[in-house]
């Protein structure tokens, strides 16, 4: 399985749901590969933010390895799962779809936790007390995503 997982810029959110699943996958034995993207252009090649390099860093997880990059339509092709941060990186994700087999693709990553609810992680950029708990938020979506399908 190759995962996508979105946010904005790609330096918050998103490459902290890399790291988190790309754990979770590795200590569940899956074969399947994890990348990130942001909706938006600005931080094309940077690093991830400080702040979830630092909370990525406490909990175990280096993602040091990782640079923003543009979602592209062509990714809809390059992957089976693409999981947002929010409801307008789903809006704008969700605009690029060419067909009916590319927005069966996106999915909110809290649906994995809160189905149907249409729940947003928050985005921590102007919070820098924000990054713990969306590491928190993600890391139990994700586990639950690994979860369910490593026994299905």
């Known amino acids: 399985m190759k995962i996508l997982m979105v946010c904005l810029g790609n330096i918050c959110r998103s490459p902290l749901a890399e790291g988190?699943?790309?754990?979770?996958?590795?200590?569940?034995?899956?074969?399947?590969?994890?990348d990130s993207a942001g909706t938006g252009f600005w931080h094309v090649g940077e690093l991830p933010d400080r702040r979830s390099i630092a909370t990525a860093n406490?909990?175990?997880?280096?993602?040091?390895?990782?640079?923003?990059?543009?979602?592209h339509v062509a990714d809809f092709e390059r992957f089976d799962r693409i999981f947002v941060m929010d409801t307008q990186n789903r809006q704008d994700v969700l605009r690029l779809a060419q067909n009916e087999a590319h927005r069966a693709k996106v999915e909110l990553m809290l649906d994995q936790i809160f189905p149907g609810e249409d729940r947003s992680v928050p985005d921590p950029y102007y919070d820098d007390d924000g990054f713990k708990e969306v590491f928190d938020m993600l890391n139990e979506a994700c586990e639950a995503f690994v979860s369910r399908m490593a026994t299905s």
Not at 20 to 34: C, D, R, T, Y
Not at 58 to 71: K, P, V
């Open 20 to 34: 988190i699943m790309k754990q979770k996958i590795s200590e569940a034995g899956l074969p399947w590969m994890v």
């Open 58 to 71: 406490q909990r175990g997880i280096d993602i040091t390895d990782q640079r923003a990059r543009q979602f």
